[in-house]
C-alpha cells in the first residue's frame, strides 16, 4: 500500500494499524493526517508507548496520557481514581482521535487498560470509548518493555514472552478495535536492492548461510573514525564514549539542559530525550543530532558529524559526514496538549557518537555504522541495527550471534496475516468513488467538530541559497520582508545571516544596522554580554534567562551578531 492510499483511509475515520518495513514512510503518513487534521480545526491526541519515541513527536506517553501510569493491572478502584484526575479526563473526553506510535513496545496489558480508560471517562462501550484510534508501528522492532525496570536499555527489561507482556495485537482490546491494517510497500531508506532483499529474507525468518556470507564481506574488527558504533547494552556506550572524548586535547566545554513546567511532565521529557542533561564536548567530537530541524531541514535526527569549534560569538559549529558546516544551538523538546505547551526542556540537540545503543537508534537514518551484535539478547535487536543503515557498503559488522537474524515466531506468523489485511483493505478502497470517498473525509472532520475544505496551509517553497538572503539584505530589508520576499520562515533568514558572517562576508555594525531596535537591543546587549565566558564564547540559553519570555531566540541570535565588532 502507498503512503497516498493509506492516508486516505486514514481520513476516513477508520481505526487504523499502520505498519512497515523501516523507511517506509509511518511516521511521514502520520505526519501528513495530522497536518491534515490541524488544518481543519482538529487537535489529536499523540501519544507513543516510550518516552524518546513520545518526546520524538512532541507528545505524551500513551501511560501518562491515560492516567494508567506504571499500573500492571486496572482495579475498579484503579478507574475511579482515574476518573478523578481532572486532567486525564479533560484530554480523554476531548480527545476525537488517538494515535499510539512505537505500538509494538506496548503489552497487551497496557492496551487492553487504555481501552478501559477510555470507555469508562467516556460513558462509552465502543473500543477505546468511540475514538478513532491509529496505532503506529513495527512489531519486527523491539518489543514491549516490562515497565519494573526503568532502564530501557538493560537485558531484563524486554519481557515479550510473559503472558502479560505479550504484543498488543494479543490483546482483547486490538481484537475488538478490529483495525484496517495499512501495510506501507514504499522504501525511503534502504537504497541497495540487495541489502534490501537481505532485510526481508530476516523479516521471512529466511536467513541462511547464503545471509551470513553477505555479511561476512562487511566483517571488521574496528571502525572507521567517521562510523558510529551501535551496541546492545549502556555500559559499553558510556564507556567508550567517555574514553574517546577524554583522548581529545583540552578542556570540555559543558552545555547544561533547562527545563521549564511541572516536575513531572519535565522528568518525563528528560527521560525521553536523546541528549544529556550535561552535554560535554571538545572540539573533534564525533556527535549526532538527536531531533529532527523541522524549520530550515538542516539535519535530521540521526546525523552525524564532528564538532569543529566555536565562532567568537559562542556558537557551535558542526561538520557533517555529508561535508555540510552547521550551528548547533539550543533548541526545544515539549510535552504539548490541544495546542498548548505544557512543558519544555531545551538543550542543544546533540550527544557523543563514537557509540550508541541499539534501542535509542531505533528511529534513525544512518549512512553508516560498525556494530557488535556478538551480545544480541532479544528477538528484533539485530533486525533493528542492521535496518538503520542505508546500504550494505556502510555496514561494519564487529561480531554476529545466533539471535541477531532471528525475529519473534508469533510476529512473523501475524505478519502474514496483517499484509493479507493490507491488501484487502487497498482493494476495497480502491473500488469506491473518489466522490464518494471525498465526502466520506467531509463527514469525517464534521463529526470530530471541524471544518472541512480550510485544507492544508500552502507550503512554502525553501531556496537553499544565501546569494538571495544576501542582495536583500545589501537593499536594507527587514528580517521579516526578506522572509516574505524569500517564500521561507524568519528563522531561516536568521541561519542565513550567521553562516554568512561566518564566512565574512558581512559585518554586523556596517551591513545589519537597520535591523536593530534599539529600545531592545540594548538589553538583550546587556544580558549576552553578562553570560560572556573567559574564552568570549555567548551561549544562547543563558542569556534568555536574563531575559522575560518577549524575547525570542531569534532576537538573541540576531542581537549577538553585533557583539565583538
Given at each position: 500500500?502507498?503512503?497516498?492510499?493509506?492516508?486516505?483511509?486514514?481520513?476516513?475515520?477508520?481505526?487504523?494499524?499502520?505498519?512497515?518495513?523501516?523507511?517506509?514512510?509511518?511516521?511521514?503518513?502520520?505526519?501528513?493526517?495530522?497536518?491534515?487534521?490541524?488544518?481543519?480545526?482538529?487537535?489529536?491526541?499523540?501519544?507513543?508507548?516510550?518516552?524518546?519515541?513520545?518526546?520524538?513527536?512532541?507528545?505524551?506517553?500513551?501511560?501518562?496520557?491515560?492516567?494508567?501510569?506504571?499500573?500492571?493491572?486496572?482495579?475498579?478502584?484503579?478507574?475511579?481514581?482515574?476518573?478523578?484526575?481532572?486532567?486525564?479526563?479533560?484530554?480523554?473526553?476531548?480527545?476525537?482521535?488517538?494515535?499510539?506510535?512505537?505500538?509494538?513496545?506496548?503489552?497487551?496489558?497496557?492496551?487492553?487498560?487504555?481501552?478501559?480508560?477510555?470507555?469508562?471517562?467516556?460513558?462509552?462501550?465502543?473500543?477505546?470509548?468511540?475514538?478513532?484510534?491509529?496505532?503506529?508501528?513495527?512489531?519486527?522492532?523491539?518489543?514491549?518493555?516490562?515497565?519494573?525496570?526503568?532502564?530501557?536499555?538493560?537485558?531484563?527489561?524486554?519481557?515479550?514472552?510473559?503472558?502479560?507482556?505479550?504484543?498488543?495485537?494479543?490483546?482483547?482490546?486490538?481484537?475488538?478495535?478490529?483495525?484496517?491494517?495499512?501495510?506501507?510497500?514504499?522504501?525511503?531508506?534502504?537504497?541497495?536492492?540487495?541489502?534490501?532483499?537481505?532485510?526481508?529474507?530476516?523479516?521471512?525468518?529466511?536467513?541462511?548461510?547464503?545471509?551470513?556470507?553477505?555479511?561476512?564481506?562487511?566483517?571488521?574488527?574496528?571502525?572507521?573514525?567517521?562510523?558510529?558504533?551501535?551496541?546492545?547494552?549502556?555500559?559499553?556506550?558510556?564507556?567508550?564514549?567517555?574514553?574517546?572524548?577524554?583522548?581529545?586535547?583540552?578542556?570540555?566545554?559543558?552545555?547544561?539542559?533547562?527545563?521549564?513546567?511541572?516536575?513531572?511532565?519535565?522528568?518525563?521529557?528528560?527521560?525521553?530525550?536523546?541528549?544529556?542533561?550535561?552535554?560535554?564536548?571538545?572540539?573533534?567530537?564525533?556527535?549526532?543530532?538527536?531531533?529532527?530541524?523541522?524549520?530550515?531541514?538542516?539535519?535530521?535526527?540521526?546525523?552525524?558529524?564532528?564538532?569543529?569549534?566555536?565562532?567568537?560569538?559562542?556558537?557551535?559549529?558542526?561538520?557533517?559526514?555529508?561535508?555540510?558546516?552547521?550551528?548547533?544551538?539550543?533548541?526545544?523538546?515539549?510535552?504539548?496538549?490541544?495546542?498548548?505547551?505544557?512543558?519544555?526542556?531545551?538543550?542543544?540537540?546533540?550527544?557523543?557518537?563514537?557509540?550508541?545503543?541499539?534501542?535509542?537508534?531505533?528511529?534513525?537514518?544512518?549512512?553508516?555504522?560498525?556494530?557488535?551484535?556478538?551480545?544480541?539478547?532479544?528477538?528484533?535487536?539485530?533486525?533493528?541495527?542492521?535496518?538503520?543503515?542505508?546500504?550494505?557498503?556502510?555496514?561494519?559488522?564487529?561480531?554476529?550471534?545466533?539471535?541477531?537474524?532471528?525475529?519473534?515466531?508469533?510476529?512473523?506468523?501475524?505478519?502474514?496475516?496483517?499484509?493479507?489485511?493490507?491488501?484487502?483493505?487497498?482493494?476495497?478502497?480502491?473500488?469506491?468513488?473518489?466522490?464518494?470517498?471525498?465526502?466520506?473525509?467531509?463527514?469525517?472532520?464534521?463529526?470530530?467538530?471541524?471544518?472541512?475544505?480550510?485544507?492544508?496551509?500552502?507550503?512554502v517553497v525553501r531556496i537553499p541559497t544565501?546569494?538571495?538572503?544576501?542582495?536583500?539584505?545589501?537593499?536594507?530589508?527587514?528580517?521579516?520582508?526578506?522572509?516574505?520576499?524569500?517564500?521561507?520562515?524568519?528563522?531561516?533568514?536568521?541561519?542565513?545571516?550567521?553562516?554568512?558572517?561566518?564566512?565574512?562576508?558581512?559585518?554586523?555594525?556596517?551591513?545589519?544596522?537597520?535591523?536593530?531596535?534599539?529600545?531592545?537591543f540594548e538589553t538583550m546587549r546587556a544580558?549576552?554580554?553578562?553570560?560572556?565566558?573567559?574564552?568570549?564564547?555567548?551561549?544562547?540559553?543563558?542569556?534568555?534567562?536574563?531575559?522575560?519570555?518577549?524575547?525570542?531566540?531569534?532576537?538573541?541570535?540576531?542581537?549577538?551578531?553585533?557583539?565583538?565588532?
Amino acid at each position: 500500500m502507498t503512503q497516498a492510499e493509506a492516508l486516505a483511509i486514514l481520513k476516513t475515520g477508520a481505526n487504523v494499524f499502520l505498519t512497515g518495513e523501516p523507511g517506509s514512510g509511518k511516521t511521514h503518513t502520520v505526519n501528513q493526517y495530522v497536518a491534515h487534521l490541524r488544518s481543519c480545526g482538529i487537535e489529536p491526541a499523540i501519544t507513543a508507548s516510550t518516552g524518546i519515541a513520545a518526546t520524538h513527536i512532541g507528545g505524551y506517553t500513551i501511560h501518562s496520557w491515560s492516567g494508567i501510569g506504571i499500573r500492571r493491572d486496572l482495579t475498579k478502584y484503579d478507574l475511579d481514581r482515574i476518573g478523578q484526575n481532572r486532567n486525564v479526563v479533560r484530554r480523554v473526553s476531548n480527545a476525537r482521535i488517538l494515535i499510539i506510535d512505537e505500538v509494538s513496545m506496548l503489552s497487551t496489558r497496557a492496551l487492553s487498560m487504555v481501552d478501559a480508560v477510555c470507555r469508562e471517562i467516556r460513558r462509552n462501550e465502543q473500543p477505546f470509548g468511540g475514538l478513532q484510534v491509529v496505532l503506529v508501528g513495527d512489531f519486527f522492532q523491539l518489543p514491549p518493555v516490562n515497565k519494573r525496570n526503568e532502564d530501557e536499555d538493560a537485558q531484563e527489561s524486554f519481557s515479550p514472552n510473559t503472558e502479560q507482556e505479550r504484543f498488543a495485537f494479543s490483546s482483547p482490546a486490538w481484537e475488538a478495535l478490529n483495525p484496517l491494517v495499512c501495510y506501507l510497500s514504499e522504501q525511503h531508506r534502504q537504497e541497495d536492492p540487495v541489502f534490501l532483499d537481505f532485510l526481508s529474507a530476516i523479516r521471512r525468518g529466511a536467513a541462511s548461510e547464503r545471509e551470513r556470507a553477505l555479511l561476512r564481506t562487511r566483517y571488521s574488527p574496528t571502525r572507521k573514525d567517521d562510523v558510529a558504533q551501535l551496541y546492545s547494552h549502556n555500559a559499553d556506550v558510556d564507556a567508550i564514549n567517555a574514553s574517546e572524548l577524554e583522548k581529545l586535547p583540552g578542556k570540555a566545554s559543558v552545555f547544561a539542559m533547562e527545563s521549564r513546567g511541572p516536575e513531572k511532565l519535565v522528568l518525563a521529557l528528560k527521560r525521553g530525550c536523546l541528549s544529556p542533561e550535561l552535554l560535554s564536548l571538545k572540539v573533534g567530537a564525533r556527535v549526532m543530532f538527536t531531533k529532527n530541524d523541522v524549520t530550515t531541514h538542516r539535519y535530521v535526527n540521526g546525523t552525524l558529524g564532528i564538532v569543529t569549534g566555536f565562532s567568537d560569538s559562542g556558537f557551535l559549529i558542526v561538520k557533517t559526514n555529508a561535508g555540510r558546516t552547521l550551528y548547533a544551538e539550543p533548541d526545544e523538546w515539549r510535552i504539548e496538549d490541544s495546542g498548548r505547551v505544557l512543558a519544555r526542556i531545551i538543550q542543544v540537540p546533540l550527544r557523543l557518537a563514537w557509540a550508541m545503543t541499539v534501542h535509542k537508534s531505533q528511529g534513525m537514518s544512518l549512512d553508516a555504522a560498525h556494530m557488535d551484535l556478538s551480545q544480541t539478547f532479544e528477538y528484533g535487536q539485530g533486525y533493528v541495527a542492521l535496518s538503520r543503515v542505508r546500504t550494505l557498503k556502510g555496514l561494519s559488522l564487529a561480531g554476529l550471534n545466533q539471535r541477531a537474524l532471528e525475529v519473534h515466531p508469533e510476529v512473523r506468523a501475524r505478519d502474514e496475516a496483517f499484509r493479507m489485511q493490507s491488501a484487502k483493505a487497498r482493494e476495497k478502497f480502491r473500488t469506491i468513488d473518489p466522490k464518494e470517498l471525498a465526502t466520506m473525509h467531509s463527514n469525517f472532520i464534521r463529526a470530530c467538530g471541524g471544518k472541512p475544505g480550510m485544507g492544508p496551509k500552502q507550503k512554502v517553497v525553501r531556496i537553499p541559497t544565501l546569494e538571495a538572503t544576501f542582495a536583500l539584505l545589501k537593499s536594507a530589508r527587514s528580517i521579516g520582508e526578506i522572509a516574505k520576499k524569500r517564500g521561507i520562515a524568519a528563522t531561516t533568514i536568521v541561519n542565513h545571516l550567521e553562516e554568512i558572517k561566518l564566512q565574512g562576508k558581512i559585518e554586523a555594525v556596517r551591513d545589519l544596522a537597520h535591523l536593530q531596535r534599539p529600545e531592545r537591543f540594548e538589553t538583550m546587549r546587556a544580558a549576552l554580554e553578562a553570560v560572556r565566558d573567559p574564552k568570549g564564547k555567548v551561549l544562547l540559553s543563558p542569556a534568555r534567562a536574563l531575559l522575560d519570555e518577549s524575547y525570542s531566540y531569534d532576537e538573541l541570535r540576531l542581537a549577538r551578531l553585533f557583539l565583538n565588532q
